[in-house]
């Protein structure tokens, strides 16, 4: 055992050692862009330590220059990963983690790659983008919460790390327990009501912002050319270009105002292909000019208003780089998006484990994508292999460090200025002011197509549905009979409800009333004297469809797509 006069002696020296890097240090250790783990094949990278004073800009160019080329790298990836807890997951999902990035938890894929962001995904078999949704890591807002948390808790510092969701509402709704759903993108567009909709966003994304997210997905931005609606269908405002603008702009400033950064997708319009870009290279062959006045008008409109990020779609457009998809063009990218629109925030990928960005294995595929002029590289299929091909590109010179340092620059940008967004309490979380919102919107989509206007269905209501629609039918039977509305098993006035996916097959033929509740087309084929759209399923579209059913409420909406037979409304 050391005797007093010998511990005094260690005390003392340590105390000076302290004084010695205090002073050497000079200043105040600022925020780290990922908390410091050593790179998978390379020493650890020493803590940066820049000032943290000036405007987001001027603070990540100062950050920027103090990483080393493994922390850039990472900055500019954005992967999912398998787990529904940042540090706690199954062992079915370590083993995911294991061979999306070797390792175990989503918490230490973001500290081994200096991750720059991290998207939580959701399958659902009724959802169109479910082909590339590996995995489901959001459940309900205290889980969703604890995770957003937790990753923030692993990435360290004080410049947010990137943390997104596609909430687009409709058919691509991630989180949809404990929320406020708003209808669809084609409900927003019948209601035509840029304040109401702007008002709805604010209310998605003080949610969003009160679970830890600070990035939407959102909104769609493509501008529908095709008679069936594409692929794209009520995912989109609509088909004409100057309300989808409105519309667009809308959804940015009301998202953007509760401090969560809107996306506007997916670049340069996917709006006119009927095949779909998580399988097929879909081919836009319009000309320029068209291209210009209808898919790259409502772009413009959410670049003015402010929109943080564009994705860029993986589409073959002819018009702009023949046989290359614009998410992997220069010219689309950093001619058209950047030079012709103007745009100065972040482009981010549509997600790369979509087939036309795996024709390249992960590692040339990310590098192809930044010097397309991408900032963000978005689910690579392979985290491992797209981080290391980054650092292989800066030494075979394939990718300029110029480059690299430019996009991470932008994505530090955007994170320090979401950094000093106030979280809110989760008392807003489907809070009764929220519903009213969401109420409003749905009932101001509500149109009628055919029949008398707001004429209420006489005599006792039989509810039936296409396949598979129970909780719609469920829903609208207690919202009928909430408005006094005589609900029968059979025998009644038919309603006959149609959604998602269905087509002249499922109409009924016997129905007084036909409802659908997702794009309008279908509806041109239906017999029934009265036919009615709400373009959404949601509890409150449904409830709004019950008031016009009961005679209590005017069906105000007007289509926003062109339905053969049919006019836009009858009221």
Known sequence: MASPRSRLALLFAAVVAAILVAITACGKQAPRAAAPSPPPSSAAAPAPTPSTGGDPATRAAALVKTLSDEQLAGQVLMPYAYGSSATDVSAASAAGNQKLGKVDTPAQMVQKYHLGGLILVGFSADDPTSTNQATTNVDNPKQITALTGGLQKAAGGQAPILIGTDQEYGAVTRIKSGVTLLPSAMALGAGNNPAGTQQGWKVAGDELRAM??????APDADVLGTADGGVIGSRSFGSDPKAVGDQVAASVRGLQSAGVAATLKHFPGHGSTPSDSHTDLPVIGKSKADLDKVDLAPFKSGIDAGAQLVMSG???????EPGVPASFSHKALVDVLRGELGFKGVVVTD????APAEKWPAGEAAVRALNAGNDLLLMPPDVGGAYQGLLDGLRNGSLKKDRLVEAATRDLTLRFSLADAPTND??????????????????????QL??????????????????????????????????????????????????YGDGAGDLSRTADTTVGMDTPYVLGGAKSPNVLATYSSTPESLKALAKVLAGKQKPTGKSPVEVSGLPRSVC
């Not at 039989?462 to 629609?469: E, K």
């Open 212 to 217: 830890g997210l600070n990035v939407d997905f």
């Open 314 to 320: 993986h589409l073959d457009v002819k018009s702009i």
């Open 351 to 354: 997600a790369l484990n979509m």
């Open 426 to 447: 989760q008392t807003v979380l489907a809070s009764a002011a929220h519903k009213d919102v969401a109420s409003g919107l749905a009932a101001g989509a509500v149109t």
């Open 450 to 499: 055919r029949g008398q206007c707001a004429a209420p269905v006489k005599g006792p209501v039989t509810v039936t549905t296409s396949a598979g629609r129970d909780t719609s039918k469920a829903t609208l039977e207690r919202a009928l009979r909430a408005e006094g509305v005589q609900v029968v098993p059979s025998g009644g006035r038919e309603v006959h409800l149609v959604g």
